[in-house]
């Protein structure tokens, strides 16, 4: 694998679930993050990890936990989701936070039911 | 808070045609600038960046992109696009004043749409 992986590609749940998202970075990286993509909405950064640790939460509702076990790991569970969270969630990495670009993966496609 | 506008939500343009996608930002001190590319059904690749030096930037697939910090703008431009053009392209920042600073703002996006 190269470049941002992200699994799964599709995932449709119930409000009542509770599901997780994986990405992972092969470029030796040290900052993750994740942003969510809905139709005619900018992108909007939800979380940054660097090294590890969360450095950034943009005012998103808890039920998005974020989880960051070492630097080429970033987990999103979900839970109790309501419909309009039903979007493209794109996970990203960068050499760490102090600039530079970032590189992202090809997206989680979530439709809440 | 940092904001990115891009203005034209589309862009209509024949093949072979010279293109330019408009992009301005908020902030007045130093910040970096992108330009992705979104492909159906992808993630986002960088097509090129604005860090410092040459306001004059070149990126892949033969776009390149002018930084004029009087006017806050970053216009993506191509002499000559193809088919294979379109796609979604979104202007982003990172850095200047205000909240979100280890991330990218990223505007709304234009839709290029090349017509044979």
């Known amino acids: 694998e190269t470049g941002v992986t992200q699994t799964p590609r599709h995932l449709v749940m119930g409000m009542t679930n509770k599901k997780s998202l994986k990405c992972e970075q092969h470029l030796g990286h040290n900052a993750m993050y994740w942003y969510k993509q809905s139709a005619k909405k900018p992108l909007e950064l939800m979380f940054v990890?660097?090294?590890?640790?969360?450095?950034e939460n943009n005012s998103v509702p808890s039920r998005f936990s974020p989880e960051c076990p070492n630097s080429s790991h970033l987990f999103l569970h979900l839970h109790t989701l309501q419909p309009e969270d039903s979007a493209l969630y794109l996970c990203?990495?960068?050499?760490?936070?102090?600039?530079?670009?970032?590189?992202f993966g090809p997206g989680t496609r979530l439709t809440v039911l | 808070a940092q904001s990115v506008t891009q203005l034209d939500s589309q862009v209509p343009v024949f093949e072979e045609a010279p293109v330019e996608l408009r992009c301005n930002y908020s902030s007045s001190v130093s910040v970096y600038l992108f330009w992705y590319v979104q492909y159906p059904n992808q993630g986002l690749q960088l097509l090129l960046k604005?860090?410092?030096?040459?306001?004059l930037v070149k990126g892949i697939n033969g776009f390149e992109a002018e930084f004029n910090k009087s006017q806050t703008s970053f216009h993506l431009r191509k002499p000559s696009v193809h088919i294979s053009d379109t796609a979604e392209y979104f202007c982003?920042?990172?850095?200047?004043?205000?909240?979100?600073?280890?991330?990218?703002?990223f505007g709304k996006g234009t839709h290029l749409i090349i017509q044979p």
């Open positions: 990890y660097n090294f590890k640790e969360q450095t």
């Open positions: 604005y860090l410092s030096g040459s306001t």
């Open positions: 982003a920042v990172k850095g200047g004043s205000g909240g979100g600073a280890d991330g990218l703002t």
């Open positions: 990203a990495s960068s050499q760490d936070i102090s600039g530079g670009e970032q590189f």
